[in-house]
């Protein structure tokens, strides 16, 4: 079985009110002593001016600090004042842009590091390959191309993406998912799609090679992790916009500031213009270096987090487009319920012994291995106190569920067992010459009212009664889809069970919407409608028919254990094949977002304080009467620079770990989630520097640095 | 503060808020071609004018052919404003005889930016420069249509918002036709009459020369004022007949009619919030940025009144009585006039300076340093509080689009305002609009303030440009810092202590006044058009909620802190520092 979130698993999570489950699957500590040293080594490396460009606001800080260098140079040569301030300045503002790439650096080495794990998995092992001719020959995995078949056995690592075109086998997939259980991989249906770099345990599969070598899915997924692909998303390049633009205005106000404040020394006839290092200084401290910063770490950060939920988002837009959501459609079976029904009651015709239907019942499903045909074996034990029996004593044909007739059953001993949908089974019983008796339509339709499935029971031309099959919804579900109607997001149950049967589910699970007898090309055009109305949709899937509907969506999770057409179909692919946490992408999504516009506003609310610390340190010289602005009772002029400085550099790297992590999110409304962060991050922002500059201040002048 | 005059803001804000919803939804009705109860009286007048320029009614344009309709008309009504000041002498009207030599190139270029900017700087006094003809087909008719014009490209603006998936915007032609005929017209022409019955003249004479009392001569000028007055308020145009503006006898004789000249300035920006909400489908969004204007009004209002009442500290330690009596207004009266006082010039003053007007009913370079940084920062800030005609509405959005756009994310969405997603387009847009702004007058003051000019020269002829100013220190500085401003957000007020009829800042005003103009219409006529085509994103309790005091609180924050962020190392070394040297005992 794959991986998933077990139902008792997700009752176990201590707070019921915390999307984001506190133990992720691979995780690494945020401050991983390797991660360090690498990222360490990688900021000096992105001190490259060039590799710089593409950060405006860091890029200009660089572009200050160069200037700041190159004057305090000329002055050791040439003599001048204050150079130890200027030395202090110089180091602060390369400080500022080394933490700067620090925090990028941090973000991408932790997909680095996960990439390299994947890349040692990738050995180039020999294939066995079939040939026309039927026979075997080993071949360099690196050697095939899409098309060939391959034969995996047990201990053998599948060479390359594929289909399963024959046998069977438990596979570890534990170097895609991280997950240790094996799975079991078999021709034909939903779970015939294998990875290469797994490794089968048992048994023996034939597979037909889909991908070409560097192509393949772990080619990508080592690509994505590495972020060698990663791209900016649309918010943040529009961000981006946002804080280039602030830092020219703010270059305006300072560069201006130079020819008005000499006008203001001749009038004033006093003090001096201020020096480029002060400046400078200025310029640093205004423009958004925060967010300037972070910005690209919070991105980076924000796709590591889904990848360690292990989901592999194809791009950052789609993280991105996940926070912004309006409505998910959900599965029934996995996500809103347990997948399989259970058996609870046998409902009994008029005239019939309970135990001829409790035996008919259990005879037909005892070589049903589904867990609805196990289920009832259970319940008959229960009810009936009836045992397994060996039927090889008997003379047993099995009849298995097709989609066709709609039953299964066995003819055993010339009596021919069936259950099977109501329809199908009073079809069967006419056939035989019987008579269906009205009560089956009545038991039927009761137990569809209650949101249960009927199977009824025959006995060659003699309906017995009905097993009552009772979907069950998962524990807490009921509470995540009131959370999600809490954060805005209609959530929507897509179902193949009849309009009866969904009503009662969807009023069980709570959900705001319901699609009964759901065929691709319903959920297709819901999709397309919600998004006429102006709605971003998300959904899961995993069969060939979902392809479209996943290609459709704006946010599309595939299942890892779905087909090829799927997986390529979806922005998203569950490694884990768990439906339910497309709910978890989209709280990162909204996490991502929110962190991104905290830091933003933080980094803009702290410039108040700035201004109070360097405008009267700069001309206190010229107008005295300035040192009424200078409300935190900075010590001298340059130790109010240089406080503001330093505390503009240590913010960054005091906030890399909250880029990294994300900003705490609570399913709440938009308004409650706004006032609450606009407190924090707005006020905070204003607040937050007079103490931190005070601080700084009273170091800097205890250590004598200024 | 007194209680008279305090009762007179409030009463004042509070016919204001009257105002708003039937003017609001007269207008909407309006731009949106619905009857109206002057439909019947004048939709023959509108039909005519289509006739006559050929005018489609029903055709639409894109963003581009929008904007280019604006600059277009704004050039054309340029060079005839210029030819006119220049050919004044050989045209009718004129009994003072002024010619050419009154108006020079750099003067008439300078005023024709002026005027079809909307701004209305005056680097010239009225009665000594311009003929009767002059005021009434250049710069009255500037008056009207550069206000149609702004209202014309707000309503485009808000089309953004309230069309869906549409390529067009409307059209200009007929945006300022509407205007035109069923707003501005008749308000003036009710306004002009009002006013005209409280004693603001209306003749064509020639000036009167009198005997004083003193025994010497004065020489009283006059003119059509009363028609001009009207649409001097209602179009928050600013640009007095009178070089004394609003605080002239003759165009603002008493309290009532100083009353109802202030009303004229936000009757039209506060009613199109109103306009906004109506077309935007959702009237509480309208209410939304109208609360967020009166916030910032009141509370310039009341800073400014308290800094005027409060007066001058050197005045009061020296002995003198400074607090209101029954027989003096206390405070500071210099620059005022008595029939106003402290109260309703301190209103006026915010007023003007909060919607782009200009006008005057005293001198602002008389206030007390915090008193006259009021109007200062009311410019710097984009001129949104109610604002310019128009220019008031779109300067607003443009703040509600960066409002949403920093916090907005902090719901954890993508921004979105008024349904639609703000991205890159916008937000470079919104960015482009406001660099613009603050660069036209950081770098015009920057290099006023150092460069160097030959005494005597064509360019300057005091000298450096610094020499303009008639003031020491730092009020010198701020009077320098006013021009630029003043220009750049297109409000014409004047600050005054400075000569600023020269070429030198004649041609740098005059540029402050185009970008001003065009580098902040032009993006968001832009914004508008990207926006049109979008479609609107439904609406959750995920979504950032744009129409409480939340969102209010956070629009009025990013206006200031934009504008604080960006001048407050200028206004340190201006009204900050002049304020502190006063409390310790030093004018200027």
């Known amino acids: 079985m794959p991986a998933t979130l077990s139902p008792h698993k997700m009752e176990r999570t201590p707070d019921p009110t915390s999307l984001l489950p506190k133990k992720l699957t691979h995780s690494r500590p945020l401050f991983d002593p390797e991660i360090l040293a690498r990222a360490t080594a990688e900021s000096f490396k992105k001190l490259n001016p060039l590799a710089l460009m593409k950060n405006p606001v860091i890029f200009v800080v660089e572009a200050g600090a160069a200037l700041t260098t190159i004057l305090l140079i000329r002055d050791l040569f040439a003599g001048g004042e204050s150079i130890g301030f200027q030395i202090q300045i110089a180091l602060w503002l390369w400080f500022t842009v080394l933490f700067a790439n620090f925090a990028e650096a941090m973000a991408e080495a932790r997909g680095k590091a996960q990439a390299d794990t994947l890349r040692k998995t990738k050995s180039d092992s020999a294939a066995k390959k079939l040939l026309a001719n039927g026979r075997m020959e080993s071949t360099p995995s690196s050697k095939l191309r899409a098309g060939d078949f391959v034969m995996c056995e047990a201990g053998d690592t599948i060479p390359g993406d594929g289909e399963v075109m024959d046998g069977i086998a438990t596979v570890d997939e534990s170097v895609i998912t991280g997950e240790s259980a094996p799975v079991i991989r078999e021709s034909g249906g939903d779970r015939s799609a294998v990875t290469g770099g797994t490794r089968v345990l048992s048994d023996w599969i034939k597979v037909k090679i889909t991908s070409n070598p560097g192509e393949t899915f772990l080619d990508r997924m080592i690509a994505l992790v590495e972020g060698a692909e990663r791209q900016k998303t649309p918010n943040e390049i529009a961000l981006n916009i946002l804080i280039a633009g602030l830092t020219l205005i703010f270059l305006l106000a300072v560069v201006t500031l130079l020819p008005i404040s000499s006008f203001s020394v001749s009038a004033a006839g006093a003090g001096t213009v201020p020096t480029i290092a002060v400046l400078v200084s200025l310029l640093v401290c205004l423009i958004p270096t925060t967010i300037g910063g972070l910005l690209s770490a919070i991105g980076i950060a924000g796709m590591d987090r889904v990848m360690q939920h292990n989901v592999l988002a194809m791009s950052g837009k789609a993280v991105e487009a996940s926070g912004d959501v309006n409505t998910l459609l959900l599965d029934k079976t996995g996500t809103i319920t347990l997948g399989n029904r259970q058996a609870v009651e046998f409902l009994t015709l008029p005239g019939v012994e309970e135990h001829d239907l409790v035996d008919a019942a259990q005879l037909s499903s005892l070589a049903d291995e589904t867990p609805e045909g196990r289920s009832v074996v259970v319940l008959a034990k229960e009810t009936d106190g009836l045992r397994g029996r060996d039927v090889a004593e008997h003379e047993a044909t099995f009849i298995p569920f097709s989609a066709y007739t709609r039953m299964s059953g066995v003819d055993i001993d010339r009596r021919r067992l069936r259950k099977g949908a109501t329809e199908a089974i009073s079809n069967f019983v006419r056939e035989e010459g019987g008579q269906v008796p009205k009560e089956l339509m009545g038991f039927a339709d009761r137990i569809a009212r209650n949101g249960g499935t009927p199977l009824a029971v025959a006995d060659g031309a003699r309906a017995l009664g009905v097993i009552h099959l009772k979907d069950v919804v998962k524990g807490g579900m009921k509470e995540r889809i009131a959370q999600l109607r809490a954060m805005g997001i209609r959530s929507v149950m897509i179902t193949g069970d009849n309009p009866l049967t969904a009503a009662a589910i969807a009023a069980e699970a709570g959900v705001d919407d319901f699609l009964a007898q759901a065929t691709p090309k319903d959920k297709l055009d819901y999709i397309k409608r919600e998004q006429g109305e102006g709605r971003l949709v998300a959904m899961t899937g995993d069969g060939t028919n979902d392809a479209p509907a996943l290609a459709q969506a704006d946010v599309g999770l595939a299942m890892n254990t779905g087909t090829m057409a799927a997986k390529e179909a979806g922005n998203m692919v569950d490694l884990d094949s768990n439906p339910t946490k497309l709910i978890e992408v989209v709280a990162i999504g909204k996490q991502l977002l929110i962190t991104r516009g905290a830091l933003t506003t933080f980094s803009i609310a702290n410039d108040v304080a700035k201004y109070f610390a360097i405008i009267p340190a700069m001309f206190m010289a010229t107008y005295p009467a300035l040192g009424q602005l200078n409300i935190m009772g900075l010590h001298t002029p340059q130790s109010a620079v240089l406080s503001a400085v330093i505390f503009n550099a240590l913010i960054i790297i005091a906030l890399v770990p909250l880029a990294l992590r994300g900003v705490k999110y609570r399913p709440v409304g938009a308004a409650a989630l706004l006032r609450r962060n606009l407190l924090i991050y707005g006020l905070g922002g204003v607040v937050a520097p007079f103490p931190g500059i005070w601080i700084i201040d009273q170091l800097v002048v205890w250590l004598k640095l200024a | ?588």
């Open chain 2, 1 to 588: 503060m007194t209680t008279s005059g305090i009762l007179q803001i409030v009463i004042y804000f509070l016919v204001i808020l009257g105002v708003t919803k039937p003017m609001g939804s007269f207008m909407a009705k309006v731009y949106q071609g619905e009857r109206t109860f002057l439909h019947k009286p004048l939709r023959w007048l509108e039909a005519l004018l289509y006739k006559l320029t050929g005018v489609k009614e029903t055709a639409e344009q894109r963003w581009t052919e929008y904007a280019g309709s604006v600059v277009a008309f704004s050039l054309a009504s340029f060079l005839f404003t210029y030819v006119i000041q220049r050919a004044q002498a050989w045209l009718p009207f004129n009994p003072q005889r002024f010619g050419a030599n009154n108006v020079s190139p750099d003067l008439a270029f300078n005023t024709a930016v002026s005027f079809v900017t909307n701004t209305n700087w005056q680097a010239y006094g009225g009665e000594t420069t311009m003929s009767y003809f002059v005021q009434m087909a250049a710069l009255a008719v500037q008056n009207f249509v550069s206000s149609a014009a702004g209202v014309a490209i707000a309503i485009a603006v808000v089309r953004g918002f309230s069309r869906q998936q549409s390529k067009t915007i409307g059209n200009f032609w007929v945006d300022l036709t509407r205007g035109i005929v069923y707003i501005f017209l008749p308000l003036c022409i009710v306004g002009a009459l009002f006013l005209a019955s409280q004693g603001v003249i209306q003749n064509f004479n020639e000036y009167t020369k009198v005997q004083t009392v003193e025994g010497g001569t004065q020489v009283i000028a006059q003119g059509p004022i009363a028609s001009q007055e009207a649409i001097k308020m209602i179009g928050t145009n600013g640009g007095g007949f009178l070089n004394a503006n609003s605080a002239h006898p003759f165009e603002n004789p008493t309290p009532l009619t100083n009353f109802v000249e202030m009303l004229m300035i936000f009757l039209i920006p506060g009613g199109l919030t109103f306009t906004f909400g109506r077309m935007v489908g959702s009237p509480r969004q309208g209410w939304a940025l109208f609360a967020a204007m009166s916030v910032l009004f009141l509370a310039g209002v009341f800073i400014a009144y308290a800094a005027e009442q409060s007066g001058n500290p050197i005045l009061a330690k020296s002995g003198l009585e400074s607090a209101p009596t029954e027989l003096q207004a206390g405070g500071n009266m210099e620059g005022k006039e008595t029939r106003f006082g402290i109260a309703a010039t301190a209103l006026f003053a915010t007023i003007t300076t909060g919607a782009s007007c200009g006008a005057v009913n005293g001198m602002h370079d008389s206030f007390t340093p915090i008193g006259g940084m009021v109007p200062l920062f009311n410019i710097m800030t984009g001129e949104v509080i109610f604002g310019g005609v128009g220019a008031g509405l779109y300067g607003m959005l443009l703040f509600a689009i960066m409002a949403v756009f920093i916090a907005g994310l902090m719901v954890g969405r993508t921004p979105e305002y008024i349904g639609k997603k703000i991205e890159q387009k916008e937000v470079k847009m919104a960015m482009l609009a406001v660099i613009a702004t603050a660069a036209a007058i950081l770098v015009f003051t920057g290099i006023s303030s150092v460069v160097p000019f030959e005494k005597g020269g064509y360019w300057n002829a005091p000298g450096p440009a610094a020499a303009n100013i008639n003031n020491d220190g730092p009020h010198g500085f701020s009077e320098m810092l006013y021009a630029y401003t003043s220009g750049a957000g297109n409000n014409g007020s004047a600050f005054g202590g400075i000569n600023v009829n020269t070429p030198w800042y004649n041609l740098t005003i005059g540029l402050a006044m185009l970008v001003g103009r065009f580098l902040f219409l032009l993006p968001l006529v832009a914004a508008a058009g990207s926006l049109a085509a979008k479609k609107r994103v439904a609406t959750t309790s995920g979504t950032f909620p744009t129409d409480g005091p939340l969102f209010v609180g956070l629009l009025v924050g990013t206006v200031l802190i934009i504008g604080a962020l960006t001048f407050f190392p200028a206004l340190s070394l201006g009204p900050i520092v002049e304020h502190f040297l006063m409390q310790g005992g030093k004018v200027f």
